[in-house]
């Protein structure tokens, strides 16, 4: 799971389900960040896009936080953008100065004006795309464990078992495989 924070340490993480493997990415020693407002995952050619709303700017980096690319930077289609999503070749994003939706080619930076669409009050707030190729096919590693709580993903293809503060799991060991099959898969 990735995630944005605002402010004085503005940065962009990621961590496992079960909050183990947390890293920075994205931070001021690699690129301008201060509000990065929305995050998106571009699963087609593994790159994560955030747009910065104090500097006007839309952004991509590989999923390690490396490789910045700066796709637009202060434009006059670029105001204050909330939220982003990817979509095939285009990044979108509510603007809250045009009160509108917008998107520019990923690869290029181009403005895609044809599509703008003008929202209005309510100022726009989050932007989703539901389309069965935007999110890639997995194994689910929890499916047959025996976690008497919550089972959630874990780096390294495992599953953790999540149970309440005070409380002890059948099987909590954090990043313990507890899928039987799941080794049989890379």
Request: aromatic share 14%; with cysteine.
């Amino acid at each position: 799971m990735y995630w944005s924070d605002w402010g004085s340490n503005a940065k962009i993480e990621r961590a496992g389900m079960d909050e183990n493997s947390r890293k920075v990415i994205v931070d001021r020693s690699k690129t301008y960040i201060t509000w990065p407002n929305g995050i998106a995952i571009d699963y087609y050619i593994d790159r994560l896009y955030w747009v910065d709303a104090y500097h006007d700017m839309l952004t991509s980096c590989d999923f390690e936080g490396e490789n910045v690319n700066i796709v637009m930077m202060h434009s006059f289609v670029l105001r204050l953008p909330f939220d982003v999503v990817v979509f095939q070749d285009e990044v979108f994003w509510t603007d809250w100065v045009k009160l509108s939706l917008r998107s520019v080619n990923k690869f290029t930076g181009e403005y895609q004006d044809d599509f703008e669409r003008y929202l209005g009050l309510p100022i726009p707030m989050g932007i989703a795309v539901w389309q069965n190729s935007t999110q890639p096919l997995g194994r689910n590693y929890c499916k047959d464990s025996e976690c008497d709580h919550i089972g959630v993903a874990a780096p390294g293809r495992t599953c953790s078992c999540l149970c309440p503060e005070g409380d002890t799991c059948f099987n909590s060991e954090p990043g313990k495989n507890i899928d039987p099959v799941s080794n049989l898969y890379p």
